[in-house]
């Protein structure tokens, strides 16, 4: 064996060892074919795949799975994957006119390897040639197995005839078999004898739905890595494993803010990949996998945000309905199909864990949910009375916390003198005992009750081309003595939909007052139209509508001078409450409702809410 320029060679023979499927290795044969040039490739194939392995090649961007059955009944299965370097070899050889020899040998119940293996994301730092050295000193001397010593032999038994052709070889194949290789094409081989022709091999296309399991890279870098290679036709590619990471994390962001309407906060991000890279690092890996990322994002956030890293990262966007070949479904936890056993020949050298879909609010396929879309009228809506339950609650708990706080920011420290007013203050007293002063506590309680209260969760200021998040405008009154009338902008009924008949929405501000059924509809009386936006309109309502002294205002950011003085002329006091003082998981919980198609919908809506 000689290093030129580092890479491993065997006089005309470039070896270029990989781990199979993996988005480093498969750019480093492009890199490798371009600077050797070979005059042909050789796989890690075996010869009696050869027409099927070639047609799955050719049918790249779409995913195929080769099959075929074993002498003892079990179903083999291979998945052709664009981010697998052998097969990266075979399209670039293709692409140029180059012949492509199989030159492995066919054995029959080779078991999956597991073999742990050193992080791939290693090949961007120390490069492809100092990793694979590195493979070699710790296992050049490890003991192979029957099965490993045929295939090995009958590798090297046909890159030495290649070479013996005066033929340049870029020979592709796993490193798990790299020590083997190298010492048996060192000396003349034998051909081993084995399989030469197999029956019933066929190729199936790959399912939309099985893509999302069973692929062994994480299916939003392999669809970047084949958009990659088209636009830049396989030369020059240039993809960093942690950049399409951060692409997937700002992708799935936004899909957040649009399904769910959740801001996903600069430090959360950071928590997020300080967890990823934490947890990478605890398992022996310097990048994290998609398992990971997605953990690390409900840990960052919330199941909802956790299943649009997964749904995200798990599309791989060629997809065709007609394929023109069987279609095949496989399913990651399934063990078997049709009653047979299946065994997953993926020549995967280090474990994925499996992924399932996070727990979210996502319910029916999305069929379904364009049906229920389509059928949503929206004519007689209604609301969801156990949230009706859960808002009011709240509501409540909203009057008696700002009573409280309002009441302490006003109580009176003074030293002891003649009275002991409302008791003694133990904190004054004891900060300034070394002067023998006892101070006691004067409370002022917040004169007056509360008669409305205002939320504010985004106050949704119109875009440059005035967008909204939050464009959907309502009052709606309330049913009995125990309900307020309430008023709220939110996101459009109808457009998210969890049953039929069922709309999910989310609140970006709510004005609640009481007692019910006084409220007009506040979007549409000119009285507020003076209003700057929809959170002083919905305070301006609740200080008109109040029948008591005191007003709640919950929001990020303090009322409007304007608005207070509104509130003097009217007599009314606001108590605000900044909202970060409030439980994020509590606000999230309230913030989000569902709107029915009538009252009939109540019949049947809970099998489809808080499932």
Known sequence: MTKHSGEIEWRGVRFVPILHNRLEFALEVQ????????????????????RVVLEGVERLPYLSAIHYTEEDGTFVYLL???????????????????????V????????????PMPDPYALTRIGHAAYCRAYLRIHRNDERSERDELRERAMAYHLRTLNA??????????????????????????????????????????????????????????????????????????LDRLELHQDLIRTA????????????SRNQVRVLNR????????????????????????????????????????????????????????????????????????????????????????????REREEWKRDFQGVQICSYPPEDVVIEGYGARLMKKALEIKTEESARVVPFTASM????????????????????????????????????????????????????????????????DMAFYSTPAGEVMEGPGISRCQYGGFMLTYPP?????????????????????????????????????????????????LAARLGKRILYLPIGVFSPVALRRIRQFHVLDGHHVRRYARKYIGR
């Open 80 to 102: 052709v994957e664009p981010t697998d370097g052998q097969v990266e070899a075979v399209r670039l050889a293709l692409a140029r006119g180059l012949p492509v020899f199989f």
């Open 517 to 565: 059924l006084r409220v007009y509809d506040i979007w549409r009386d000119p009285f507020f139209d003076v209003a700057r936006n929809k959170p002083e309109r919905l305070l301006m309502a609740a200080l008109d509508y109040s029948l008591e002294k005191n007003v709640v205002y919950v929001a990020a950011d303090p009322p409007s001078g304007w608005c207070r003085s």
């Open 253 to 264: 962001r936004d899909r957040y803010w649009k399904n769910s309407k959740e801001r996903l």
């Open 31 to 50: 890199r490798q074919f371009e600077a050797f040039r070979p005059d042909c490739v050789a796989v890690e194939y075996p010869p009696t795949l050869r």
């Open 275 to 366: 967890f990823a890279r934490n947890y990478a690092l605890v398992t022996g890996g310097l990048a994290p996998d998609f398992y990971q990322l997605v953990v690390a994002a409900r840990g960052a956030a919330d199941d909802n945000f956790a299943y649009e890293v997964w749904e995200k990262g798990s599309e791989y966007p060629w997809q065709t309905e007609a394929p023109g070949i069987p279609v095949l479904r496989l399913r990651g936890e399934d063990p078997l199909l049709d009653q047979r056993r299946i065994r997953f020949h993926r020549r995967l050298k280090t474990f994925r864990r499996r992924l399932v879909p996070v727990p979210g609010r996502r319910k029916g396929s999305k």
């Open 104 to 115: 492995d040998r066919d054995t029959e119940g080779y078991p999956l390897n597991l073999t």
């Open 165 to 238: 052709q005066g033929r340049r070889v870029l020979f592709v194949g796993g490193l798990y078999h790299l020590p083997g290789v190298l010492d048996f094409v060192e000396r003349a081989q034998a051909e081993p004898i084995g399989k030469r022709k197999r029956e019933g091999v066929g190729l199936a296309h790959l399912h939309e739905e099985s893509s999302r399991e069973v692929m062994t890279e994480m299916p939003f870098l392999a669809g970047r890595y084949e958009a990659g290679r088209t636009s830049v036709s396989g030369q020059g590619l240039d």
């Open 421 to 484: 007013l409302d008791g003694l203050d133990i904190r004054e007293t004891l900060r300034d005992w070394h002067r023998g002063t006892l101070y006691v506590r004067e409370e002022r309680p917040v004169r007056g009750r509360v008669g409305s209260v205002v939320v504010i969760f985004d106050p949704d200021p119109a875009g440059r081309e005035g967008d909204e998040g939050f464009p959907w405008r309502v009052t709606w009154l309330g049913e009995h003595s125990q309900e307020s």
